[in-house]
């Protein structure tokens, strides 16, 4: 019997706001994400470094279960500079990407 398997991200579903313009999460400084988001060791990001920016923005996009997660944690201009370095599954980069056209834009 040849049974595919069904992972967890094929069924999860992902959140994306409405607009980019409703997040307005921090731009600098250290941030802690609750555990819900993020339960690593890190934990605990320091957003005036690229690559901590973008590792949390990952682990945001990935686990948000509500827009309210999304507008509390990302910003849309930062995360607009972001975007093509961001290593996210297709089942989260592809909604994003049709909502947004202009992330396409931002470097690839």
């Known amino acids: 019997m040849d049974e595919r398997r069904i992972l967890y991200s ?8 409405e607009t980019l313009e409703e997040l307005t999460g921090p731009t600098q400084g250290e941030v802690t994400l609750p555990n819900h988001l993020d339960w690593s060791e890190q934990g605990t990001y320091n957003l005036d470094d690229r690559r901590e920016l973008s590792v949390m923005y990952e682990r945001v996009l990935r686990e948000a279960g509500h827009v ?3 507008r509390r944690y990302v ?12 290593f996210l599954p297709h089942r989260v980069r592809t909604p994003w990407e049709e909502r947004f056209p202009e992330l396409i834009r931002t470097g690839r």
């Open 10 to 17: 094929e069924q999860r579903p992902y959140v994306v706001p």
């Open 68 to 70: 309210r997660d999304l």
């Open 75 to 86: 910003n849309g201009v930062m995360l607009r500079r972001v975007w093509p370095h961001l």
